[in-house]
Each structure stands twice: as C-alpha cells, then as structure tokens.
T-cell receptor, first 113, second 115 residues
Framework: NAGVTQTPKFRVLKTGQSMTLLCAQD?????MYWYRQDPGMGLRLIHY???????AKGEVPDGYNVSRLKKQNFLLGLESAAPSQTSVYFC????????????FGEGSRLTVL | GESVGLHLPTLSVQEGDNSIINCAYS??????FIWYKQESGKGPQFIID?????DKRQGQRVTVLLNKTVKHLSLQIAATQPGDSAVYFC??????????????FGAGTILRVKS
C-alpha cells in the first residue's frame, strides 16, 4: 500500500516554462488537495477536489491549474513558472468530510530560476 | 482572515522529559483543531485532533488540551524521545460541508530532543 505518491520529487525550471506535478493515491479517497510549503509559513492550500471531475480554489490558486480526471489522480499544473513558485509542494488525500486526518505525500521540491 | 499561529518557533527538551508545544487561534467560532508532525524531508503526518466540545484528548504518549476561553491549544508529548524531533504544526479545519476539508496551518514549532 503506497498511500500518496508524488512525481517528480525534484525539478528545476526556468522562468516561463510549464510543468505538471502528478499525485496518485491508492486509498480510494474522495478528497484530494495540493499545498505549498514555504519557510516560516506553514502549508497553504492551492487547490482541492471533493471528487472525480471537480476542483476548487484554495488560499493561493493564482498561477496554478488542476485536474481530477480520475479519482486516484490529482494533477497540479504550472503554465508559466515564476520564481515565486519556488517551493515544496505536497499532495494530500482524505477519506471523509470534516476529518482533519489528511494523508500527505513526500513532497515535490520545485525550483524556478 | 482567520489564522492559526504558534508562540515558540523552537523547543529544545532533554530526552525523557515532557514537551509542550503551544498554539493560538484567532477565530472564536473555530471548532476543530489538528496537530501534525513533519520529519525532515517528509510530508506532514497526522498526530491527533480535537473538537471544540472537548477540553482534552489523549493518544499514545500525546495529549491535546483546548482552552476556548483564551483561544489556545497545546500538544503535550510524554517522555520525549529522539524520534519525536520534528516540526509540529497545529491546524484549524475551516472546511464547509460542500468544500471538504480546508486546513489552515500555523507556521510550525521545531522540537529538538537532546540525548
């Protein structure tokens, strides 16, 4: 049971390039989330999904897009990367509404030059 | 907007001692709080949660206390071990029924355990 798997784990981009982070979970969870973590700022919610085919904006959605075409996958896209998007990105999933128990992946470290 | 924050950014304790990590919140209507542990290079891991209808909740070697009067919660770790060294986050769940879970995280407290 792998839990939540993120790919890639590390990536370096040049300003203006695009990329997609992939999150896959094998727990049949309905809810999935993308967070970013910056030093001294905890985790901030970018986008989330309450089910296959649905997505919604979180706290800091600008510059990102997401898709949830399959229940087990949640993709985070950067169309035109900026240095301000240098961060560690975490995907998470949860099995129920109003539970604070999220299952996180190991993170994807993105550097934008 | 609402926020969750921490008093102490770094806490150093001797192995075997008890640790207390504090967290303050600003929204008096908040009703659900969660503690997470994050080890270096890993994703956050759920420790324990507490709802506002409780003042205290215990887990394995951990206790969370909630004081709604002063909008403060704490995480107590008994007999702290080297494996407890990590960053600890408190989080508030502000999710609405149709929006699933929306957690607002504090900045984190670093716990260092000295052997």
């Amino acid at each position: 049971n792998a839990g939540v798997t993120q790919t890639p784990k590390f990536r370096v981009l040049k300003t203006g390039q695009s990329m997609t982070l992939l999150c896959a979970q094998d727990m049949n969870h309905e809810y999935m989330y993308w967070y970013r973590q910056d030093p001294g700022m905890g985790l901030r919610l970018i986008h989330y999904s309450v089910g296959e085919g649905t997505t919604a904006k979180g706290e800091v959605p600008d510059g990102y897009n997401v898709s949830r075409l399959k229940k087990q996958n949640f993709l985070l896209g950067l169309e035109s990367a900026a240095p301000s998007q240098t961060s560690v990105y975490f995907c998470a999933s949860s099995y129920a509404l109003r539970t604070g128990e999220l299952f996180f992946g190991e993170g994807s470290r993105l550097t934008v030059l | 907007g609402e926020s969750v924050g921490l008093h102490l950014p770094t806490l150093s304790v001797q192995e075997g001692d008890n640790s207390i990590i504090n967290c303050a919140y600003s929204n008096s209507a908040s009703d659900y709080f969660i503690w997470y542990k994050q080890e270096s290079g890993k994703g956050p891991q759920f420790i324990i949660d507490i709802r506002s209808n409780m003042d205290k909740r215990q887990g394995q070697r951990v206790t969370v206390l909630l004081n709604k009067t002063v909008k403060h919660l704490s995480l107590q770790i008994a007999a702290t071990q080297p494996g407890d060294s990590a960053v600890y986050f408190c989080a508030e769940n502000i999710g609405q029924r149709e929006y699933g879970n929306k957690l607002v995280f504090g900045a984190g407290t670093i716990l260092r355990v000295k052997s």
